[in-house]
């Protein structure tokens, strides 16, 4: 079994700075790119950004230049440093992560999810 377990979402004044974070366990073979998505009331889910296993990285025009994603092979954690925080990044986060898992002989990649930390940015 494969977990994501996320935290470190919660309120914060617009200007501010929050750090997500987002820890894989269970029986994992590999990780490729871990993304976060956000998902505001009302709206679809959307990309916000990505990392690749190699540290490439990628991120909506909205957050350039205001959120850095990083992750932590090691221990098998993704990162969203989030700062000068404005009141339209309020949303649920959610990290996403396509890891290896193996089933006797086979191998293979799934998408996981995790249960969502709600980021409010508000005065």
């Known amino acids: 079994q494969v977990q994501l377990v996320e935290s470190g979402g919660g309120l914060v004044q617009p200007g501010g700075s929050l750090r997500l974070s987002c820890a894989a366990s269970?029986?994992?073979?590999?990780?490729?790119?871990m993304d976060w998505y956000r998902q505001a009331p009302g709206k679809q889910r959307e990309l916000v950004a990505t990392i690749t296993s190699s540290g490439s990285t990628n991120y909506a025009d909205s957050v350039k230049g205001r959120f850095t994603i990083s992750r932590d092979n090691a221990k098998n954690t993704v990162y969203l440093q989030m700062n000068s925080l404005k009141p339209e990044d309020t949303a649920v986060y959610y990290c996403?992560?396509?890891?290896?898992?193996?089933?006797?002989?086979?191998?293979?990649?799934?998408?996981?999810w995790g249960q969502g930390t709600q980021v409010t940015v508000s005065s």
């Open positions: 996403n992560a396509e890891i290896w898992t193996r089933e006797g002989a086979t191998w293979g990649t799934s998408d996981y």
């Open positions: 269970g029986s994992i073979f590999g990780i490729n790119d």
